[in-house]
């Protein structure tokens, strides 16, 4: 049930870069006007991506909502576009494949880490409501938001 | 534009739901008066049998000078374009000579906004959308609430469809018939009466929906109003999921057509290069006709190909957008396609005509809209669109005749004939230049 509550609201988070200065391309600047802040659904791609970091699975089986390029790029059409009744629809079978696939017998066993040698259990973890909380790769990340939805 | 629901009356399901729950009835259940035709011989459309509404799409128009029928009003005779359409000819209209009256900035893109929301095409470039919800999604916010989906929409060559819930929210067709039969039919389908035990991961996936819609509503309080609408139509769609889960758990309405359709194939490969378009658009529309006879569904789309679609059909010597293009004229390999999309049409209505539904038949209790967005494609022409209507939706609409425009007249019309045969009142359709608050009074009954 909470692994279920959890997919279906693969989560996600805001990402803003930190405060940091932004080092300045050489030559004129282009005139692009900086959109207000926006939610972003995650792309399909997205989505898969972060099943397999959380669970380690992948989506084997069935459709999701496939995604809008809007000038030409998918992650406009993620600023854009809404999800779908059948998207919504597709999300939930889906979440409950990946609740199937997750508990499989062969699956736990297979991504059970053997112990090492002198490891006791550690302090259990404070407990947030979604996997997330930290980013990678330099950019310091907030959770902002749930259920695909990320800002 | 202004819609409002008219009542949305009584049916079988809430009379039964009504009478049942929580006692034990040993008598028969009379039937109701409501249900009787004037007769008294069949239960009526609109009381037990509900009203449905279908969109049949394709792109890239037709040749007009083969589509557009000899004779007008009662008097009129199928043309070469028509012809596949004989065996229902007595049960559609066909309406020419209507025009969209938005200029036709993107060839292809503008018209199909114009005709299906009577609204311009929103944006620019690679960023456009309809500027709000289509015909189909219209009328499905009124006839397609009390059935398990609001709406299908399919597509036997893989289109992106054209049916929005509003700006930048599109329901993407279903291209699988193996999918589409396991979503309608799957392990969830219970027959009539089958009254077999309830799921009981029903409720589970109830209880998760409640704290998925908690959620967004947390959010929602959090971010701009643009945002909030995208939210709100996330929203719409856990909500009809919701109420799907809800139907359900109770017994399926008692129609006695619906039965459970053969299985589809699991894939239809392509043959030399070519899709199988016209065994997997029988397969998708015999799931529709079914899903419909079940009450499953009560509005669908069916995208047979998208405006500009490329599709290469048997026997073509090259895809379809193309030869609209660079094929001299007359243009025979045009007409041929033509003509094939008309007999996938042909299909879709003799089996909606095949089905018994008291004293009447699937189609006479539906309206059905085949249209393009073009009628000439070779010159993008946005006049003397190609327009069929099907069924009679329970008497609004009249069928047998031909209809010609000689002024031109706002496509918009057609559009707002068909909300009001579905008993949605409204004033007008459309906005702007698409704005018409009269319809095509000669296929009004």
Request: charged share 20%; proline share 7%; glycine share 10%.
């Amino acid at each position: 049930m909470a692994l279920l509550a959890g997919l279906l609201s693969v989560s996600v988070i805001g990402c803003h870069a930190a405060e940091e200065p932004i080092p300045t391309p050489p030559g004129p600047a282009p005139a692009v006007e900086a959109p207000a802040p926006t939610l972003r659904r995650l792309t399909e791609r997205q989505y898969r991506n972060s099943v397999w970091d959380l669970l380690g699975i992948e989506l084997l089986t069935g459709g999701l909502e496939p995604d809008t390029a809007i000038d030409g790029l998918l992650s406009v059409g993620a600023a854009q576009t809404s999800l779908s009744p059948l998207g919504v629809e597709q999300y939930e079978a889906a979440a409950f494949r990946l609740a199937e696939q997750a508990l499989d017998a062969a699956h736990r066993i297979a991504s059970s880490p053997a112990p090492r040698p002198g490891w006791s259990m550690p302090p259990a973890p404070v407990r947030r409501s979604t996997p997330w909380g930290r980013g990678r790769g330099g950019v310091r990340c907030q959770r902002r938001s749930w259920r695909g939805w990320s800002r | 534009m202004a819609v409002e629901v008219q009542g949305r009356g009584v049916n079988r399901r809430t009379v039964l739901r009504g009478l049942l729950r929580g006692a034990v009835i040993s008598v028969g259940l009379p039937p109701l008066e409501m249900f009787f035709n004037s007769n008294g011989s069949a239960y009526a459309c609109g009381g037990a049998i509900p009203k449905r509404f279908g969109l049949f799409y394709w792109g890239n128009g037709n040749r007009p000078e083969r589509w557009v029928p000899e004779g007008e009003g009662t008097a009129w005779e199928l043309s070469e374009e028509l012809a596949p359409l004989v065996n229902v000819q007595p049960k559609i209209s066909v309406i020419s000579g209507m025009a969209i009256h938005f200029p036709n900035l993107y060839p292809h893109t503008s018209g199909a906004a114009a005709l299906l929301s009577g609204m311009e095409l929103m944006g620019s470039g690679e960023n456009i959308t309809f500027a709000g919800p289509s015909i189909d999604q219209i009328i499905a916010g009124s006839i397609g609430v009390n059935s398990l989906y609001r709406s299908i929409q399919t597509s036997p060559t893989g289109a992106s469809g054209l049916s929005y819930n509003g700006a930048n929210a599109r329901n993407p067709p279903e291209a699988s018939p193996w999918a589409l039969f396991e979503r309608l039919f799957g392990p969830a389908f219970q027959l009539p009466g089958e009254g077999g035990a309830v799921d009981p991961r029903l409720a589970l996936r109830q209880s998760v929906l409640d704290a998925v819609l908690a959620d967004l509503n947390r959010l929602r309080a959090q971010v701009g109003r643009a945002d909030q609408l995208r939210l709100d139509q996330h929203m719409e769609g856990v909500r009809e999921l919701e109420q799907r889960l809800a139907l359900l758990q109770q017994d399926p309405p008692a129609l006695d057509a619906c039965a459970l359709p053969a299985a589809p194939l699991q894939s239809y490969p392509d043959i030399d290069g070519r899709p199988q378009v016209s065994a997997i658009s029988r397969a998708q529309c015999d799931l529709l006709v079914m899903a419909m006879a079940c009450d499953q569904t009560r509005v669908f789309g069916h995208y047979f190909s998208d405006p500009v679609s490329d599709v290469l059909y048997a026997d073509a010597t090259a895809g379809h957008h193309d030869l609209t293009h660079n094929e001299l004229d007359p243009q025979p390999e045009v007409h041929e396609i033509t003509v094939g999309i008309v007999s996938e049409l042909a299909w879709l209505l003799e089996r909606m005509d095949a089905v018994q539904e008291g004293d009447g038949t699937l189609l006479d209790n539906s309206a059905v809209l085949a249209t393009s967005e073009v009628s000439l494609g070779h010159i993008h022409a946005i006049d003397d669109l190609p327009i069929v209507l099907a069924g009679s939706a329970c008497g609004r609409l009249q069928t047998g005749v031909h209809y010609r425009s000689y002024t031109s007249e706002n496509v918009s019309k057609v559009m707002l004939t068909l909300v009001r045969a579905m008993d949605i009142s409204a004033a007008s359709f459309g906005a702007a230049e698409g704005e018409v608050s009269d319809g095509v009074s000669m296929v009004e009954a």
